[in-house]
Structure formats: structure tokens, C-alpha cells
């Protein structure tokens, strides 16, 4: 049974770094596509990177690209989201699970099988 469960989500500064990470179990992480999603309050959950089995290639929305990075470890079946340079407007409960249209776009990206999210909350 696949299972994400995701760590590394803290309350920081502006202008801070984080690491988030997300543990798989039951599948090898290198033979999913699996993707970085992120909701807030009142709002829609929608993905915002996403690692393409085999390749590592990653695909990133517009609104993290240059400051986010999406990377993965098969020895520890881990993928990770480094954010640098964090502003308040990325505060939200981030969440990693399969991407079901296979990291084609940012806003295409349809989730299943989530993790239970990890809050980041960025303060100016």
C-alpha cells in the first residue's frame, strides 16, 4: 500500500529557507511521478512542482520557479522541496502525493494517494 507522509514544514521569516520532505513507503519513489501540491484556507489544493520517474525531470508552477526545487533520493525513497527566499503569499499546508497526469504541467497536475500535509508558515 503506498503511503506519503511529509516533514519539514516550520513557522519562519521572510526571506528564510526551508527543506520539506516526504517519506514513500510500499513503492519505490523512482517509479512514480509524484508531485508537491499546497492549499490554503478557503482555497483549491493545487500542485506547484513535480519529479518525472526514471529522468528526475521537474516542472515547476510560475509562481515558485527560481526559488523553489524539487529533488529526489531513491536510497531513502524520498523526494524534497527546497524553498528559498520565502514570503508570506507561501504560507499554506503543503502536501505531496501522485501527480495521475504524469508531471505533464503544473496545472494539470490531478493528486491521489496524499500524504497528511505539513504547514509552513512564512511571517514578514
Known amino acids: 500500500q503506498l503511503q506519503f507522509v511529509e516533514s519539514g514544514g516550520a513557522s519562519v521569516q521572510s526571506g528564510a529557507s526551508l527543506r520539506l520532505s516526504c517519506v514513500a513507503s510500499?513503492?519505490?519513489?523512482?517509479?512514480?511521478?509524484i508531485g508537491w501540491f499546497r492549499q490554503v484556507p478557503g482555497k483549491e489544493r493545487g500542485g506547484i512542482s513535480c519529479i518525472d520517474k526514471g529522468n528526475r525531470d521537474t516542472i515547476y508552477a510560475d509562481s515558485v520557479k527560481g526559488r523553489f526545487t524539487m529533488s529526489r533520493d531513491n536510497a531513502r525513497n524520498t523526494v524534497y522541496l527546497n524553498m528559498d527566499s520565502l514570503e508570506p503569499e507561501v504560507t499554506a499546508v503543503y502536501f505531496c502525493?501522485?501527480?495521475?497526469?504524469?508531471?505533464?504541467?503544473?496545472?494539470?497536475?490531478?493528486?491521489?494517494?496524499w500524504g497528511p500535509g505539513t504547514q509552513v508558515t512564512v511571517t514578514a
Open positions: 502525493a501522485l501527480d495521475r497526469e504524469y508531471c505533464l504541467t503544473s496545472k494539470t497536475m490531478i493528486g491521489k494517494k
Open positions: 510500499g513503492s519505490a519513489v523512482n517509479d512514480l511521478y
